[in-house]
């Protein structure tokens, strides 16, 4: 059976000490950022700092470079819960007249499902030890868009994610669409290592 295309991003599965506790950390969002904002998304560090409570901020990550963490929850107040437009869970792409917010899962031991592309060369079991990238993809109005990259597996350290084993479901196997477990690898926390 082939698997659906059905990208969420990053969601947080475990850790590599064990389960996934849901531990996470308040970050913001200023008001100038012009980046959607979905639960999934990988965020980096923005400049200038924090929100006038010195919470800090971050913005959008790029298909490559470090990852300071993964959203889990987005707000359009502080510190509260998204109470203007129910019907969605992201952050507009679009300057915003006040500070966001978003509940970031920033720790490096963290163990991630993501799907990967439906595009080129599916990863095979001899690539669970390598790094790759990510794919930035459009989210859907509730969850993040991206996807594991299939054309960027190697050792290099500097690759986002450690390709840690294919999700074992029956709904899951080898080839376009399969989900993988991952660790973020080049983690604004910690150096990235190269892969095996």
């Not at 707000?75 to 507009?92: A, C, E, Q, W």
């Not at 390598?130 to 459009?138: A, E, P």
Request: charged share 15%; aromatic share 6%; net charge negative.
């Amino acid at each position: 059976m082939a698997n659906a295309n059905r990208p969420t991003g990053l969601s947080p599965v475990g850790t590599i000490g064990g389960p996934y506790n849901g531990q996470s950390r308040l970050y913001s969002i200023l008001a100038a950022d012009t980046n959607a904002f979905a639960i999934g998304d990988p965020v980096v560090t923005a400049a200038g700092g924090g929100d006038p409570r010195g919470i800090p901020a971050v913005t959008l990550a790029a298909a490559t470079g470090a990852i300071r963490g993964v959203v889990v929850g987005v707000f359009d107040t502080y510190p509260g819960i998204k109470i203007n437009n129910l019907s969605s869970l992201v952050r507009p792409a679009a300057a915003q007249t006040g500070v966001w917010y978003v509940m970031v899962v920033d720790d490096p031991d963290t163990v991630f499902e993501v799907q990967e592309i439906g595009t080129g060369t599916p990863l095979a079991v001899a690539d669970i030890g390598l790094n790759t990238n990510l794919v930035v993809g459009t989210n859907n109005g509730f969850l993040s868009g991206w996807m594991l990259d299939n054309a960027t597996e190697a050792v290099t350290a500097a690759l986002q994610c450690r390709i840690l084993g294919l999700v074992q479901r029956v709904d899951n196997e080898l080839g376009a669409y399969a989900k993988w477990l991952v660790k973020i690898n080049n983690h604004e926390l910690g150096a990235g290592t190269a892969g095996i």
